[in-house]
T-cell receptor, first 111, second 113 residues
Framework: QKEVEQNSGPLSVPEGAIASLNCTYS??????FFWYRQYSGKSPELIMF??SNGDKEDGRFTAQLNKASQYVSLLIRDSQPSDSATYLC???????????WGLGTSLAVNP | DVKVTQSSRYLVKRTGEKVFLECVQD?????MFWYRQDPGLGLRLIYF???????EKGDIPEGYSVSREKKERFSLILESASTNQTSMYLC????????????FGPGTRLLVL
């Protein structure tokens, strides 16, 4: 089992829809969770981080963390073509203080 | 605004050459990272530095070394470049603590012939 898993996609959604991206992790001691966005040919940039169970909202983005089920999600409301990118999940695995990246989910928002 | 710069955007080298990739950050960050990114393999950590002259091996350190003589500068060295080191190399920096946001440079695309 991979330590951090993401569906590679591509996930295709129509403009204006909600895009839901998921990330599962194996280390129950994981403490902090990050979502990065990476446009083709560009570097990753942070969208959101979340440390506590529940939802965290920032504009059109909502991160959801469920430590009991060991997953973290990113919801993008009112998806725009400019949201088309690869979304990377980063987990700070607390037990050995290791940072683990998922392979990313490719999102395509169709006009 | 955090700025992380890398010395080259594109680099072409020959097998066996010694290659230096430089990264500079201007935000007084303690942590600096070197990654390589390959299709299907994602971001893989090569080396991590949490302070001047301090370094830790990442997941794939073989064939690489690093140098951090000043806080703002972190260099990645390929002692003898090989074709399997052809990749996109990304540098990042963050404040102390693995829970801190990483800020990435623009990347160096290295081709080893």
């Amino acid at each position: 089992q991979k330590e951090v898993e993401q569906n590679s996609g591509p996930l295709s959604v129509p403009e204006g829809a909600i895009a839901s991206l998921n990330c599962t992790y194996s280390d129950r001691g994981s403490q902090s969770f990050f979502w990065y966005r990476q446009y083709s040919g560009k570097s990753p940039e942070l969208i959101m981080f979340i440390y506590s169970n529940g939802d965290k909202e920032d504009g059109r983005f909502t991160a959801q963390l469920n430590k009991a089920s060991q997953y973290v999600s990113l919801l993008i409301r009112d998806s725009q073509p400019s949201d088309s990118a690869t979304y990377l999940c980063l987990v700070n695995a607390g037990n050995n203080r290791k940072l683990i990246w998922g392979l990313g989910t490719s999102l395509a928002v169709n006009p | 605004d955090v700025k992380v710069t890398q010395s080259s955007r594109y680099l072409v080298k020959r097998t066996g050459e010694k290659v230096f990739l430089e990264c500079v950050q201007d935000m007084d960050h303690e942590n600096m990272f070197w990654y390589r990114q390959d299709p299907g393999l994602g971001l893989r950590l090569i080396y991590f530095s949490y302070d001047v002259k301090m370094k830790e091996k990442g997941d794939i350190p073989e064939g690489y070394s690093v140098s951090r003589e000043k806080k703002e500068r972190f260099s990645l060295i390929l002692e003898s470049a090989s074709t399997n080191q052809t990749s996109m190399y990304l540098c990042a920096s963050s404040l102390r603590g693995l829970e801190e946001t990483q800020y990435f440079g623009p990347g160096t695309r290295l081709l080893v012939l």
